[in-house]
């Protein structure tokens, strides 16, 4: 899938513009500041309804702007071709329409746009809390289990009870017997999709991460949230003293995460920022070839600053490997020149300069 029209108001400091972009490689050059950074953000929030440079939407809003909205066009697997638009207003007021259809939840704009971020933050996902790796894992499940959803929200419900109930002591015996029993459904459910992920993740993470650098010893493993050897109900049951003092559940999913380490030790202590780099690119890159293979529809990549912290030989190396992917792709640089060779001469490139807030197209491969 690739988005064939995108529109954008009101976003950050980026004039009104439309854009037609290359349905593969789109690079965006200009000066720091410019505006390039914030076309991504504006796309991000076409696909997920919020912004990968701000927990606050508000900061989105062009300044003295009452909302701000983007449109996009997107060109399904099937060929068929969708709208979706989004909005938000400066009062709080928030708005997903998909083919002129009021949306229930963002879930429904990432199920239509499937969207994968590198950017210069992505160390983070190494050196970050666990949530940050439990966010990536999830995301890569949803896209490839349709079971996943229903069973999260299964989790998070039975989970908000026993937490208010282990703060409050509320619920009678049988209500919390029977909240337990849900939890450890859904946790176990949940357990059985991560697991299956990470099993089809790790070969092909693998071969990506070997075609990039040579990280001898790098290993990936799957932490579920509790003792691996034990039912999370007995956990649970000889847990419940330290959960009650604390006042929330200590173990389950929601305490998962995904553990790279380098030998003995967590990757994230030995490896250089560009090291670091390409790891998480070849994790998203990774992800990109299970969602393809499950949905048979490409992800969008969005890729801020591609050149920093990696020379040619790496920068070159991961522009094939996007290229491989045979989707679409927004790439950010200053110097246009950087990026501008190496591609096969067969793939679409579209160059588009960005200068104060306006985004003109000035190069296109195909022509």
Known sequence: MSLSRVTVTAVRNLHPVTISPSPRINILHGANGSGKTSLLEAIHLLGLARSFRSARLLPVIQYEQPVCTVFGQVQLADGRL???????????????????QNARSAAQLAETLPLQLINPDSFRLLEGAPKIRRQFLDWGVFHVEPRFMSAWQRLQKALRQRNSWLRHGTLDAASQAAWD??????????????????Q?????????????????????SYYRGWDKDRELQEVLATSLPRDQQMGHTQSGPQ????RLRLGAHNAADILSRGQQKLVV???RIA?????????????????DDLPSELDEHHRRALCRLLEDLNC????????HELLREGWRTETPVAMFHVEHGSITQTHDHQE
């Open 82 to 100: 969708s709208s979706l638009g989004v909005s938000r207003e400066r009062q709080g007021e928030f708005q997903i329409r998909i083919d002129g």
């Open 181 to 198: 029993r849900e939890l450890c459904l859904a946790s176990d459910e949940i357990d059985t999709y991560r697991r299956a992920y990470i």
């Open 200 to 220: 089809a993740l790790k070969p092909v993470f693998e071969k990506t991460l070997s075609e990039l650098v040579e990280l001898e010893g790098l290993t990936l």
């Open 255 to 258: 305490r998962a995460d995904l």
């Open 281 to 283: 690119c070849a994790l």
């Open 287 to 303: 992800q990109g070839h299970l969602v393809e293979k499950a949905k048979r529809g490409q992800c969008i990549y969005l890729v």
């Open 328 to 335: 679409q792709v927004f790439i950010t640089c200053v110097d």
